[in-house]
């Protein structure tokens, strides 16, 4: 829901209106400025789109490389749970440093 809403914004608000059964009180393309300016002032609004890569290569068994700057300590945390999800353990004793790429979290896959 939060990505429909990053990137698909007036039709999850019109699913959503829909679902709670209300109206609207006033045109929600007056919203659209203030969803802009939201959008831009996310400073981690990429992190879905990175997760969906890293995961994406690590199921494909392709490479995929980023820098420790480009993914948050909950990004992190998100990886390694979507992998368990899928029965993956990470090897996280000796493991100060996330992997910056596909290849090493490969390395680390307990």
């Known amino acids: 829901m939060i990505s429909e809403l990053f990137y698909d914004f007036l039709p999850t608000i019109e699913s959503i209106r829909k679902f709670l059964q209300v109206e609207w009180t006033r045109d ?12 831009k002032n996310q400073t981690y609004k990429n992190q879905d789109r990175i997760v969906r890569m ?11 490389e980023w820098q420790p700057e480009d993914i948050t300590l909950y990004t992190e945390a998100y990886i390694q749970r979507a992998l368990q999800h899928q029965g993956i353990m990470l090897q996280c004793d000796g ?3 996330f992997p910056t790429s596909t290849k090493e979290l490969r390395e680390v896959f307990a």
Request: no cysteine.
């Open 28 to 39: 929600p393309q007056e919203l659209v400025s203030y969803h802009r300016t939201n959008v």
């Open 54 to 64: 890293i995961l994406d290569s690590v199921f494909d068994n392709t490479d995929f």
């Open 95 to 97: 493991l100060n440093d």
